[in-house]
């Protein structure tokens, strides 16, 4: 696990950039995420073509991508942004729920999928942590991701299965962490759910992922799941 994901993050103004062709929508999310003192909309556009542009001047530290564009769409854009500020973190919103458009959405680098009726408090949180590297799916979604993945055998990280087995067990915490992380829950809900520090908690989620040799907490809760951990 890197030290970027692990290491306390200062606390510092969130730049974020909205791209979205629904006015409604556009609005309401500037106004949700801007009554956060450490959040701030520099930039919106309704379209990818502007919405690049303005991602190159204003430089945000994280952009809501509607999939779902005229033109170019979100998927596009966003393998686009990567390629042009792979730094830049994107979160994918959409009110689709299909299958394909999340795991297509994933592959494109975003780092979150969060479907448009998500709790404004919820995405002021998913901004924090997808600013700080991590990646979040809505739970609600998730479930449809797995279903399309192919099946694989049962490799199995549960408690008690032992080292000569082949296989590197998770604590009986970090499975119970493990259970946090597939329920989308970020760090600090996770830390408030356990009790403990929000450092702490970071801290067995790195441990998870390096046990179970993924990546990020998508990659987790997908293999958590399809591997009937949970
Ligand atoms: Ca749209």
């Known amino acids: ?6 290491s306390v993050v200062e606390k510092k103004v969130i730049k974020v950039a909205i791209i979205e062709d629904f006015k409604l929508t556009r609005v309401g999310l500037r106004c949700a995420l801007n009554e956060n003192d450490d959040l701030k909309v520099v930039a919106e556009a309704e379209d990818a073509v502007e919405g690049l542009k303005l991602v190159e001047k204003e430089k945000p530290d994280v952009i809501l991508m509607d999939l779902g564009l005229p033109g170019m769409n979100g998927i596009e854009a966003t393998v ?18 299909r299958e394909e458009g999340v795991i297509a959405a994933l592959s494109s680098g975003a780092s979150a999928y969060c479907l448009k009726d998500i709790d404004p408090t919820k995405l002021a949180d998913v901004v924090r942590d997808v600013s700080t590297g991590v990646c979040w799916i809505d739970p609600m979604v998730s479930q449809m991701a797995l279903n ?36 989308g829950k970020s760090n600090t809900e996770i830390a408030k759910e356990l009790i403990v520090s929000v450092h702490t908690a970071k801290a067995h989620v790195c441990s998870i992922l390096q046990k179970m040799c993924v990546n990020d907490r998508v990659q987790a809760a997908v293999k958590a799941v399809k591997e009937g951990m949970v």
């Open 1 to 6: 696990m890197t030290e970027k994901v692990c």
């Open 80 to 97: 686009k942004v990567k390629e042009m500020m792979p730094q830049v973190k994107v979160i994918a919103l959409t009110s689709h729920d």
């Open 148 to 183: 399309s993945f192919p099946k694989v055998e049962n490799i199995g990280f549960l408690p008690g299965k032992s080292q000569s087995e082949g296989r590197v067990p998770l604590t009986e915490r970090e499975y119970e962490v493990l259970k946090h992380l597939v329920a």
